[in-house]
Each structure stands twice: as C-alpha cells, then as structure tokens.
C-alpha cells in the first residue's frame, strides 16, 4: 500500500524556520522524483521544489528559491524541505508528491501557517 506521511507543519513566526518531511512506504522510493507543491487558501496547487530520484538535480520556484531547500534520505524513503526566512506568503497546505513514469503519489498534506 503506497503511503506518502507528511509532517513538521505548523504555526511560525515571520523570519522563522520550520523542516518538512515526507516519509514514504510501498514503492520503490529511489526510482522516484519527489516533489514539494503547496496550495494556500482559494488558490490554485503550485509546485515549490523537485529533486531527482538520486538526490543530485534539484529546483525550484521563483518564489522560494535561496530560502527553501529540498533533500532526499533514500536509506530513510524520506524527503525534506527546509524552510528559512519564511514570509506570510508561504502560509499554505503543503503536499509531497512521488512520480516514476506517470505514477504519481501524493501525500494528504501538512498546514504551515506563518503569523505573528
């Protein structure tokens, strides 16, 4: 059974850090590309971030960049997102998703609400 559990949401301050992770079970981790999309309230999904099934390739949006950071654990069938210097614009459900092929998996998401 393919699950995708995520954690690490929650309320934090402006300038404030907080790290994600996804831990997935019942495929092939290593073959897949994973994926961090966020949706904030009466907004569309968008995508935040992507890293390669090794872990090497990684990018990410616009709106994001040099203050998120994507990694990936094989050994651990876990990835990560590192989320620094975080504004009120990032306040949204944020989702993992795996994809091989046109397999895609996705999470059920985790609430990150920045607010002071």
């Known amino acids: 059974q393919v699950q995708l559990v995520e954690s690490g949401g929650g309320l934090v301050q402006p300038g404030g850090s907080l790290r994600l992770s996804c831990a997935a079970s019942g495929f092939t981790f290593s073959t897949y590309t994973m994926s961090w999309y966020r949706q904030a309230s009466g907004q569309e999904r968008e995508l935040v971030a992507i890293?390669?099934?090794?872990?090497?390739?990684?990018n990410y949006a616009d709106s994001v960049k040099g203050r998120f950071t994507i990694s990936r654990d094989n050994t651990k069938n876990t990835v990560y997102l590192q989320m620094n210097s975080l504004k009120p614009e990032d306040t949204a459900v944020y989702y993992c998703?795996?994809?091989?092929?046109?397999?895609?998996?996705w999470g059920q998401g985790t609430q990150v609400t920045v607010s002071s």
């Open positions: 998703k795996a994809r091989f092929q046109f397999n895609d998996y």
């Open positions: 890293i390669a099934s090794a872990g090497g390739n990684t």
